[in-house]
């Protein structure tokens, strides 16, 4: 073991991982935020107790962001804290919630690695200020309301092998009910985001060949990053069948305009085409309509789209496996 470990976790050391800086040209990595009037921060770090990579177990850096996420943010943390795999670093970033999120976060610091709360600009800054936290060799990024499976990290180390991406199936949930497994896959992800980012693990060094989330985007900034990794040539691979998260979504997105806008600009930016990026557009909005219409009539849509893939027997982009019943 690294340095000396502390008696309750044999993963910790009070050496402090200096290497991870010469591993990252072009990023400043940040181990302790500096102190500011409107910045709480805690976790193992606070007390000088950090996480290595070994020979034959790469440490996990899992990011979460969080903004009043009290609902479900105890499930997304237990489901860290409890993998099977266990060289795993965690970190939160709070974006400066005012409900009992802190409380819970708390509640869990003699385990969490890391946590900062503070107001900061979205979903891209809190990703990149997790990233530039973290010390692991892979990066694993999971919303305050989605959670993993307990094998979600063992599977992915053994999936690794060589590749600089991970992704795989997810279980998607409709508040405490399980409706449908989503595949992971490239095909289609010129057209939509097909990669599910839930299960998505990615290397450091990508990070640092590629860059961080584009913050100017506050809806698609996984679609833009995952499509300048397939544009670059990065090495995607998948877990097969095998789900490694879960997903919680609710309603119609009151930001869906936004979404396709975003969407497009993310085409654009990695070489897609202008137009045909444009015509995508308008198409979706054109589809997304006649889906509000069709729903205000009380078509249930998502069961005659899930009945229309399984009679054609494929599709281009990710495929459903229904477990929700009266879809036959």
């Not at 044999?10 to 102190?35: C, I, T």
């Not at 990011?63 to 266990?86: D, F, R």
């Not at 985007?217 to 069948?241: H, N, P, Q, W």
């Amino acid at each position: 073991m690294i340095g000396t470990p502390d008696s309750s976790n044999p993963y910790l050391s009070r050496l402090k991982p200096e290497g991870h800086a010469a591993n990252l040209d072009g990023f400043q990595p940040v181990f302790l935020l500096p102190d500011t009037p409107e910045r709480k921060t805690g976790g193992l770090r606070i007390r000088g107790l950090y996480k290595h990579t070994l020979p034959e177990f790469p440490l996990f850096s899992i990011v979460t962001i969080v903004l009043n996420g009290e609902k479900y943010l105890e499930q997304t943390i237990q489901s860290v804290l409890g993998q099977s795999y266990k060289n795993v670093e965690y970190l939160i970033i709070d974006g400066g919630s005012t409900d009992g999120t802190l409380d819970i976060i708390n509640k869990y610091e003699d385990r969490i690695d890391y946590w900062v709360s503070e107001p900061d600009q979205g979903i891209a800054d809190g990703f990149n200020k997790g990233i530039l936290l973290s010390t692991g060799d892979i990066i694993g990024l999971i919303n305050s309301d989605d959670w993993y499976e307990s094998d979600a990290l063992k599977t992915v180390h053994e999936a690794m092998n060589g590749h600089d991406i991970v992704h795989g199936p997810i279980k998607v949930w409709r508040d405490s009910e399980e409706w449908r497994i989503v595949e992971s896959t490239l095909d289609g992800l010129s057209r939509l985001m097909t990669v599910n980012h839930p299960s998505c693990f990615v290397k450091r060094g990508v990070y640092q060949d590629l860059g961080l989330f584009d913050t100017r985007l506050s809806i698609a900034v996984d679609y833009d990053f995952i499509l300048r990794c397939r544009r670059y040539g990065k090495r995607f691979e998948t877990t097969g069948d095998v789900v490694v998260a879960n997903m919680r979504v609710g309603g119609v997105s009151e930001k869906y305009f936004k979404s396709f806008r975003e969407i497009r600009r993310a085409k654009i930016n990695n070489g897609l085409g202008f137009w045909k990026s444009t015509l995508f557009f308008l198409l979706q909005i054109a589809a997304k309509l006649v889906r509000i219409t069709l729903t205000r009539l009380g078509v249930d849509v998502d069961r005659l789209y899930a009945v229309s893939i399984r009679k054609r027997g494929s599709a281009s982009g990710p495929k459903w496996r229904n477990t929700t019943r009266g879809d036959d």
